[in-house]
């Protein structure tokens, strides 16, 4: 065996290993790592160096959006304003077959444009949705399947910390990344509508109809929309419109969504001083362990750069003489396989330093590439068993709610996000085309 393939049985084979054992990721690669810039660089120097890039790796201003990100999220989660947005969309959708069930895919889009955590905006909808559903009769399929789908959206919908992470370690813009992914959110989300409803029609005991709706006429029934869940929504837009139009860069945009989101909070009264403490500890959680595996993620990737193997599997992958698309899809397979068993980040600290070479070898768009990479993230969140998005449903729904149950209400919404996925390849417009029309 050549001594780039060794490097690689060690290095990507010896993380994946430690993984799957349940190893902590941080600590995963941090031993490889430690072992690898022994072997390959040097010994004691090469020590040196991993200490002094592991320093660098987080010292980047690129990161700085990932916790303002975070930030947005948890003060609408703790400061109760998500109440007041579901309550505004609810008044709004009537007589509508599975009408919570909708009510709360609208609300979890409406939270992903402005919360840049996939487990907080499950989390939030489903403690406060789910236990309404199950009271009115909905199947346990059918109340959990919807909120743990559009969860998993919330990190093709900027702003994501996710996506800010993939374009940090990746190379890829992180502004064109953000936008990218708008509009296959968008289109899950319709998607996931239109399923909702047709399933229902089909099969009304599933979600028996509302026998007594409260009635709203007038004003009444677009007030809570108009001062709750449009000044949310236009937090959404100036970040967006703001990083298209290049006014303003990710950092820039994230500090002006995060206080945006304080200041809201505040005029609504809902800033206490125990929501602020309570959202900065969140976010300092988070970030602190997100920017402890960046650490992991960036010296890996050297490791295996200055040991051969990334060029030897580079050359190895593109000497087959396949065709580009054969190569892409090859890749797309092998992160849904991997979100079977590992986490998101996870995936892009094994993927990444072999399939980004391959991306610029072959001329492949990044960012086309970029966004069908968040897709992959966003169903490894719901593959059984391990779905991050299950076990924080599994987190807070009540006992009546089985793993069984959980499993089965993500299939459909699984097969859709691979067709959405199947369309980005078939068509890159669907992803790249936003980002160059406003670019």
Request: hydrophobic share 60%.
């Amino acid at each position: 065996m050549s001594n780039w393939g060794r490097a690689a049985w060690l290095m990507l084979g010896g993380s994946t290993l430690l993984l799957f054992i349940g190893m902590p990721v941080a600590l995963t690669f941090m031993a490889v790592n430690i072992a690898g810039a022994w072997l390959y660089m040097g010994g004691e120097a090469g020590l040196a160096q991993l200490a002094r890039s592991s320093v660098s790796s987080v010292a980047a201003f690129s990161l700085t959006p990932i916790p303002l990100f975070i930030l947005m999220g948890e003060v609408l989660f703790h400061s109760g304003l998500a109440v007041q947005v579901i309550e505004g969309i609810e008044r709004l959708i009537r007589r509508l077959p599975g009408r919570l069930a909708v009510v709360a895919v609208v609300a979890g889009t409406v939270f992903s444009a402005i919360s840049g955590s996939t487990i907080a905006t499950t989390a939030m909808l489903g403690s406060l949705m789910l236990p309404v559903m199950l009271a009115r009769g909905y199947h346990p399929s059918l109340a959990a399947g919807p909120i743990m789908a559009i969860g998993a959206v919330d990190m093709l919908i900027p702003p994501s910390a996710l996506t800010v992470l993939l374009g940090s370690l990746s190379g890829i813009s992180i502004s064109k990344l953000l936008v990218g992914g708008v509009l296959p959110g968008m289109i899950l989300s319709l998607a996931f509508v239109l399923w909702i409803v047709a399933r229902v029609k089909f099969s009304p005991a599933l979600a028996p109809a509302e026998r007594e709706q409260p009635s709203y006429a007038g004003w009444e029934r677009f007030r809570p929309f108009v001062r709750y869940v449009l000044p949310t929504l236009s937090i959404f837009v100036v970040v967006v419109a703001a990083l298209a139009q290049g006014w303003a860069t990710p950092t820039e945009c994230a500090a002006v969504g995060a206080f945006a989101t304080l200041v809201l909070a505040l005029v609504y009264r809902a800033l206490t001083l125990e929501v602020l403490t309570k959202s900065l500890q969140g976010t300092a959680a988070i970030s602190g362990m997100i920017l402890f595996i960046i650490v992991g993620a960036t010296t890996f990737a050297q490791i295996l750069s200055f040991s051969g193997a990334s060029s030897g599997l580079v050359q190895a992958i593109t000497g087959q003489g396949l065709a580009p698309g054969l190569i892409v899809v090859g890749m797309m397979l092998t992160l849904i396989f991997l979100g079977i068993f590992v986490d998101q980040v996870s995936m892009m600290m094994i993927t990444l330093p072999i399939f980004m070479p391959i991306v610029q070898g072959l001329g492949i768009d990044p960012v086309w590439f970029g966004v069908m990479f968040l897709i992959c993230m966003q169903l490894g969140l719901l593959l059984p068993p391990h779905g991050l998005l299950l076990m924080t449903m599994r987190g807070v729904a009540p006992p009546a709610v089985t793993m069984g149950h959980i499993f089965r209400a993500v299939a459909p919404f699984v097969a859709m996000s691979i067709l959405v996925l199947a369309l980005v390849f078939l068509l890159p417009a669907v992803a790249v085309w936003l980002p160059n029309f406003v670019g």
